[in-house]
């Protein structure tokens, strides 16, 4: 795998709050998902990849340099910030205008990639002209996004970009990623909304208390959970009956009863070896079965089980 | 493995520029400083002055007159309105939480700083130089004797007073937030301190140089006794200390972190 960032052991502290902690790990091309609660170390780690803060011990490089005042580098880096700090005052084509010009694009230039991008982020042109002060927290995050695609950068930088965007800007954000990754940008991404970084990442960072608790592909993390037991839902007409049989079969670690209901909440050991056994330890124990419903291994779950 | 990763073919050009990157933030700066929150503050600090010594002082009063466009507006408002414009210029920033658009464009962190700074002079030189020209017409109004020689010195000395407050004050904004209090002190501790004392010592003082070019003029030298010995070593030694505050500027805010968490913590 060619690496773009690469980071070795790296830590980052306020004082004795610690922001990231000896953590060491490789982000490739693509879309990669950074996956933390508040105060993990999500947006540290983004500053230390922009350049914008320098490491307390270890070694961060992004395309094999590091960032802090590299001007060569930052050429190739696109920056979204969590916050929806924007310059307010302004209106959206001229604070594009003036960063594409601050960022190296010629005059004439500037002013095309800023309605250009402004366009791209599908940001309504009768808003291009109000100043900036007036948008929405969506409308925010759109020229966010626009400013950091402006030099079109080969690494995108995105702290929380779906916040503040309702369901269709979400879908509209994603599909713009995609096809920026499409087209060859890599593009680190953090968010709250699990399932959306789910949909788009191939690969993920899981970040709590400033370590890294799970890294790589998605696909190679859920592997590594083979071992943790999986909580399954079973409507069914006999659940005592059922329950008995499925633990003298040796295949659950618990279970939760809700007779009044037929309602059976088991926790398998191997879900694999579970699954393979399902049909004929139902058929043995003569009970109807209803509705079975699994708490699937989505990244939620994943992130849930790694952060407790 | 780490690799070299060679950029994309890109469909825009770059070619990052101190004088491109200016521009740039020549557009913000202008943009912003004219936007409808801050005109009418921009308007009255422009206006103020001028208009409380034109109700103030009578026709001929030429004491009265230089004692608001010398002693108030010019070693005394000039220096604070430089300190809160250059002294804000990255707090601003910082406190808005935009830093971090800038700080992550391809430019040293210095050229910001420099290029940041240009803009807040020359805007400050701009306002300087209107307000200026409006205590002279205040002046000239007030039939002051020897205001159209004074004109000349006072606005010269103008350029270099806003020249050297503003890089102090930016060099200031830098080390702390709470820059105004620094501002006050140095005040305080050289001007009106070191500033006074009469031996060379007061070559650290911004003001005492002031106070020379200024007693170029024939009225000066005759209400507040100011010689104009060694002007062109006091020009020189602005212009010295100008150049070292936005060296000192530049150094700090290249190798020192700045960051918004930090900053709303303070």
């Known amino acids: 795998m060619n690496t773009i960032i690469q980071a070795r052991e790296l830590s980052r502290w306020y004082g004795i709050v610690m922001g990231l902690n000896n953590v060491s790990f490789d982000i490739g091309p693509g879309l990669t998902g950074v996956v933390g609660p508040n105060g993990a170390g999500k947006s540290t780690l983004f500053q230390v990849i922009t350049g914008q803060l320098q490491p307390s011990s270890g070694v961060l490089t992004v395309f094999g340099e590091r960032p802090w005042n590299n001007p060569q580098l930052l050429q190739r880096i696109g920056y979204c910030p969590e916050r929806e700090s924007i310059a307010k005052e302004l209106r959206p084509v001229a604070w594009l205008e003036g960063l594409g010009l601050i960022s190296g694009l010629r005059a004439q230039e500037a002013r095309r990639r800023a309605e250009q991008m402004l366009e791209k982020v599908k940001l309504a042109r009768e808003h291009w002209t109000k100043r900036m002060a007036q948008f929405s927290k969506g409308m925010r995050q759109r020229v966010k996004l626009a400013q950091a695609l402006l030099h079109e950068p080969d ?3 995105l702290d929380e970009p779906m916040n503040g965007l309702d369901p269709m800007g979400r879908q509209e954000m994603a599909q713009i990623l995609k096809e920026l990754a499409a087209q060859g940008t890599s593009i680190v991404i953090s968010s709250h909304i699990l399932a959306e970084l789910e949909a788009l990442c191939q690969s993920i960072l899981i970040l709590n ?9 998605q696909k190679d993390i859920r592997a590594d959970l083979k071992n943790w037991s999986e909580q399954l839902s079973i409507r069914c007409s006999d659940p005592e009956k059922l329950v008995r049989h499925l633990f003298e079969a040796g295949v ?9 209901d037929g309602l059976l909440h088991v926790r398998v050991k191997d879900p694999e070896h579970f699954y393979g056994q399902w049909l004929r330890l139902l058929h043995e124990s003569q009970t ?3 509705e079975i419903r699994s708490a699937n291994r989505s990244l939620r779950r994943i992130f849930e089980k790694v952060t407790t | 493995m780490s690799a070299d990763i060679d950029p994309r073919a890109r469909s825009v050009a770059l070619r990052p520029t101190f004088w491109g990157a200016f521009r740039g933030l020549w557009l913000l700066a202008w943009r912003t400083q004219l936007s409808l929150r801050r005109l009418p503050l921009v308007l009255a600090s422009l206006g103020l002055i001028p208009i409380l010594a034109y109700a103030t002082v009578e026709d001929e009063a030429t004491r009265p007159f230089f004692h608001w466009t010398v002693e108030f507006y010019f070693l005394l408002g000039l220096p604070l309105y430089c300190l809160s414009v250059c002294g804000a210029m990255i707090r601003d920033e910082l406190q808005s939480d935009t830093l971090g658009f800038l700080s992550t464009r391809p430019m040293t962190r210095a050229r910001l700083f420099l290029g940041k700074f240009l803009c807040n002079f020359i805007w400050l030189q701009g306002l300087a130089l209107l307000c200026g020209l409006l205590m002279v017409a205040v002046g000239w109004t007030r039939a002051i004797s020897g205001i159209t020689a004074f004109a000349l010195i006072f606005l010269a000395a103008q350029f270099l007073a806003v020249l050297s407050y503003g890089a102090l004050s930016s060099l200031l904004g830098l080390i702390h937030q709470r820059y105004m209090v620094l501002g006050f002190i140095y005040g305080f501790v050289v001007e009106v301190g070191i500033g006074q004392i009469p031996t060379n010592i007061n070559n650290l003082s911004l003001s005492r140089h002031l106070r020379t070019i200024l007693g170029n003029d024939r009225t000066i030298q005759d209400l507040y006794e100011w010689t104009p010995d060694r002007t062109l070593f006091s020009v020189a030694a602005m212009l010295a200390a100008s150049a070292l ?5 530049a150094v700090l805010f290249t190798f020192r972190e700045y960051h918004q968490s930090e900053e709303m913590q303070k």
Request: glycine fraction near 14%; charge should be negative.
């Open chain 1, 155 to 157: 690494l995108l930088i």
């Open chain 1, 209 to 217: 208390w400033g370590r890294i608790l799970a890294s790589g592909e």
């Open chain 1, 252 to 260: 659950l670690v618990g279970f939760d009863l809700e007779s009044a």
């Open chain 1, 288 to 290: 109807e079965v209803f």
């Open chain 2, 245 to 249: 505050f936005l060296a000192a500027g």
